[in-house]
């Protein structure tokens, strides 16, 4: 069954400094990835998505996410922080066929926290 | 522009009541989704239409139920609210698979349930 695991419930970093928000997938076949963000009281924006091809995927706002397969990986990393990156960040993986075609597994969340 | 609306915004009610959630949507989109998100759980799916008068259920879809009359509008109906059904719910629709196209996220509606 496809799933996602994000290890961190809780983040907290200072502006400037370098992210890394880590998922971990289970999936039987190629994934869908995806890395969305929920500001306080929004509703989700996609930051970025990979389906194949270069396993380095560049997203809106800075973000890049890396696609390992070897580890079942998908990190969002972010070179310098901005105090407005603060927010939830889900991991998702897509169902790609047969009954569940479309439908997306959610990580439970990562909570960004900046310090000015 | 296109966009996907969601009312009411908040909601309280009472166990027992039926309550109904509205989604609309004007990109014209066959597909549509409905999640409950919970403090620990992240998003998790509730039910889903692949177009007009298509439904299936998701991982949480006991005590709702989803109908599809048409393109835009997929509203979702608790039959007799319970305290366990206070969330937030999030509407989403979507063009096609072909290229997995984005998912668009209505702005949710927070519903307690006393």
Request: with cysteine; hydrophobic share 35%; charged share 20%.
């Given at each position: 069954a496809q799933s996602v695991t994000q290890p961190d419930i809780h983040i907290t970093v200072s502006?400037?400094?370098?992210?890394?928000?880590?998922?971990?997938?289970?999936?039987?076949?190629?994934?869908?990835?995806?890395w969305y963000v929920q500001s306080p009281g929004q509703g989700l924006q996609l930051l970025l998505k990979?389906?194949?091809?270069?396993?380095?995927?560049?997203?809106i706002k800075g973000f890049?996410?890396?696609?390992?397969?070897?580890?079942?990986?998908?990190?969002?990393?972010?070179?310098?922080?901005?105090?407005?990156?603060?927010?939830?960040?889900?991991?998702?993986?897509?169902?790609?066929?047969?009954?569940?075609l479309g439908r997306l597994y959610f990580g439970r969340g990562t909570q960004l926290t900046v310090w000015p | 522009d296109a966009?996907?609306?969601?009312?009411?915004?908040?909601?309280?009610?009472?166990t027992g009541r039926q309550v109904t959630l509205a989604c609309h949507q004007t990109w014209n989109h066959n597909n549509m989704f409905w999640y409950r998100q919970d403090?620990?759980?992240?998003?998790?799916?509730?039910?889903?239409?692949?177009?007009?008068q298509d439904t299936n259920k998701g991982e949480v879809s006991d005590g709702y139920s989803v109908s599809r009359s048409n393109?835009?509008?997929?509203?979702?109906t608790l039959e007799s609210?319970?305290?366990s059904q206070t969330?937030?719910?999030?509407?989403?629709?979507?063009?096609?698979?072909?290229?997995?196209?984005?998912?668009?996220?209505?702005?949710g509606t927070r519903l307690t349930v006393t």
């Open positions: 502006e400037g400094a370098s992210l890394e928000l880590r998922c971990n997938y289970s999936y039987g076949a190629t994934p869908y990835l995806f990979y389906f194949s091809g270069d396993t380095l995927v560049q997203g890049e996410a890396e696609f390992k397969r070897s580890q079942s990986s998908f990190n969002l990393r972010k070179p310098s922080v901005h105090w407005s990156d603060a927010a939830e960040y889900f991991c998702a993986v897509g169902a790609d066929r047969g009954s569940t | 966009e996907i609306t969601q009312s009411p915004r908040h909601k309280i009610t009472e403090l620990g759980h992240g998003l998790r799916l509730i039910h889903y239409s692949y177009g007009v393109t835009e509008d997929l509203p979702l609210a319970a305290s969330s937030v719910y999030f509407c989403a629709s979507m063009a096609g698979f072909d290229s997995w196209d984005e998912q668009y996220f209505g702005p």
